[in-house]
């Protein structure tokens, strides 16, 4: 037990911060923010998934988002079923549009990929703003209702009226993607994902279907970006369109590249940081394109892995000093 301690005393501080977190902040507005920061990680880092462990940029990942708000959207207030099965019907129809579309998709490398789902990402977005009975147009859909109400034996009912419930509700969530990420990569079948990603010629030489490989990665962040998206369309009580923007897109891209590909923390703080930062950048609004664009461009060549490539690189340094100075001694 001590072993494990003092092993991930770091990241049990994080969990202990995150849940204290709305006792903490109590202003509305920069709660608000933060519980959208969190929602925002769960589709980074299901974008990481297949970009940084697969090695397959895809340009779809706000329509999957898309998919998953609109279809909690339909069913909840058109239609008006449960939040629950809803939020597992969104996220399931996303999977297996990313199934569909992955046959074929799949089979092309590179450019080729990311130019397919970028069409397919401007197809979603241009229904969602033309299918009016469905959608609603360009007006969207207004007064999605909030999840139900889950009753808990010998407690009662949990409801998320509540801002703090909310952010509870969020931040289980993105735990939950949290550990079947790290479960998924650190098993058997991430390694061939991270082969995949590495060299698919030598992958497929050693005996690994690549195809399969990269479709499960595909389904499997489809099902997770539209999982973030159904819970964004119920908090928020709103959508539009643009959740299935290429702007979108370009945000968790921002977040995973900045943060860390290829890493389960990066995602996270680039999902946080981003957004929080924006929040002190308003006066800059003209120009915040501007200097995100400076800052892609600087940490992609210096820092490939974004801020956890760079904690990485300073703490193998600082080992490196302390074990050579002991050395000398």
């Known amino acids: 037990m001590m072993k ?5 005393w770091f990241y049990l501080v994080i969990l202990i911060i995150a849940l204290v977190i ?30 940084g462990f697969t090695g397959q940029a895809s340009l779809a990942h706000s329509g999957f988002f898309g998919i998953g708000a609109y279809g909690v959207a339909i069913l909840t207030y058109t239609y008006g079923w449960n939040f629950w099965p809803a939020l597992l019907v969104g996220a399931l129809l996303a999977a297996f549009v990313g199934f569909l579309v992955g046959m074929p998709a799949l089979r092309t490398r590179g450019s080729y990929f990311s130019i397919t789902t970028l069409c397919l990402g401007e197809i979603i977005y241009l229904i969602a703003g033309n299918w009016i009975e469905l959608t609603g147009g360009h007006n969207g859909i207004v007064g999605v209702p909030v999840p139900s109400p889950i009753l808990v034996p010998g407690l009662g009912q949990l409801t998320f009226e509540s801002q703090a419930s909310q952010y509870y509700l969020v931040l289980f969530f993105l735990l939950l993607t949290l550990f079947v990420m790290y479960r998924l990569i650190k098993s058997l079948r991430g390694l061939t994902f991270l082969a995949t990603a590495i060299n698919e010629d030598l992958a497929e ?23 973030a998206g159904g819970i964004y369309a119920s908090l928020i009580g709103s959508i539009s369109p643009s959740v299935a923007s290429i702007g979108m897109t370009f945000n968790f ?77």
């Open 253 to 329: 891209l921002m977040f995973v590249l900045l943060g860390g590909i290829t890493t389960l923390a990066g995602p996270i703080i680039g999902a946080f940081f981003i957004p929080v930062l924006l929040e002190y950048m308003q006066f800059l609004q003209d120009y915040q394109m501007i200097l995100f664009g400076l800052l892609l461009i600087v940490v992609i060549i210096y820092f490939p892995k974004g801020c956890m490539g760079l904690y990485t690189t300073v703490r193998d340094k600082i080992k490196k000093s302390k074990v050579g100075a002991y050395g000398v001694t």
């Open 205 to 227: 030489a050693v005996g690994i279907n690549i195809f399969r490989t990269k479709l499960l990665s595909f389904v499997v962040a489809n099902f997770f970006a539209a999982l």
């Open 22 to 51: 709305p006792l903490i902040i109590t202003n509305r507005y920069y709660a608000q923010v933060i519980t959208m920061s969190l929602l925002f990680a769960i589709g980074a880092l299901s974008l990481n998934l297949i970009m």
């Open 4 to 8: 494990w301690l003092k092993e991930n």
